[in-house]
């Protein structure tokens, strides 16, 4: 099998395995109104907020954002939220319910774009983003083909931001972690910052009736307990 067949192997793969799961019962767990959904939303947009405002500043009107495999559209809401111009903002998505579903609930001037990446010829970004991306991708060659791309379509001095697992799931052969020595040679920017965050799932449940300074302080008190990282990149000038 050549390297052009593999690579279309992995993407059919991957279609599948998210056509299965999104609309699945498994997404029940997943539900918005949960309260370990409610706490793990608060401590993302916590470190999301934290990393952009440190390394973008406060001000994101003027940013040009990529979110590869943005889903339903969630970050890009996200950012308009906090003060980005959805004129300047791109999704890309292997699911078209999905964009469907992000084009609905979105301001209408972000772009939606179907497909993979190296087919849009997108540049001079300052920030591309990929959540939960990396780790669904189980094949090496197509990780280091996926970071190569979003590191062309950044402008010199742009950033990259990933967030994923950074345990490997025994109950899911479909997703791999994301170990920091791999992000080191997947993007070898002079400049980053790592965070970990997120009590792992099957903890989180356990406390998901407790008052939410138990699980924030045992996700304090015990970092090897969190089972997700977010990390900031940045291009050379």
């Not at 742009?158 to 479909?174: A, E, K, Q, T």
Request: aromatic residues 8%.
């Amino acid at each position: 099998m050549d390297a052009h067949t593999d690579k279309q192997a992995e993407q059919d793969r991957i279609r599948e395995v998210y056509q299965r799961w999104h609309g699945g019962a498994a997404l029940d767990r997943y539900a918005w109104h949960r309260p370990e959904i409610l706490q793990q939303v608060a401590a993302r947009s916590r470190a999301f907020a934290a990393l952009l405002s440190e390394t973008l500043g406060g001000d994101l009107s003027a940013l040009k954002v990529l979110d590869v495999g943005c889903g339903t559209g969630g970050f890009l809401r996200q950012l308009i939220d906090w003060g980005a111009d959805p004129d300047r903002l791109t999704g890309t998505e292997l699911q078209q319910d999905r964009l469907d579903y992000a084009r609905h609930y979105t301001a209408a001037e972000v772009s939606w774009r179907l497909g993979t990446l190296d087919t849009m010829g997108l540049r001079n970004q300052d920030l591309v983003s990929a959540q939960t991306v990396f780790s669904s991708i189980l094949d090496d060659a197509l990780r280091r083909e996926l970071a190569a791309q979003m590191w062309r379509a950044l402008r010199p001095g742009g950033w990259v931001l990933v967030f994923d697992f950074r345990y490997d799931n025994p109950r899911n052969r479909n997703v791999r972690k994301v170990t920091r020595a791999e992000l080191v040679s997947l993007w070898p920017g002079e400049r980053s910052r790592y965070r970990t965050l997120m009590l792992a799932p099957p903890i989180h449940r356990l406390l998901a009736r407790a008052p939410w300074m138990a699980s924030d302080l045992l996700a304090a008190m015990a970092p090897p307990l969190r089972s997700h990282f977010m990390y900031m990149v940045q291009k050379g000038v």
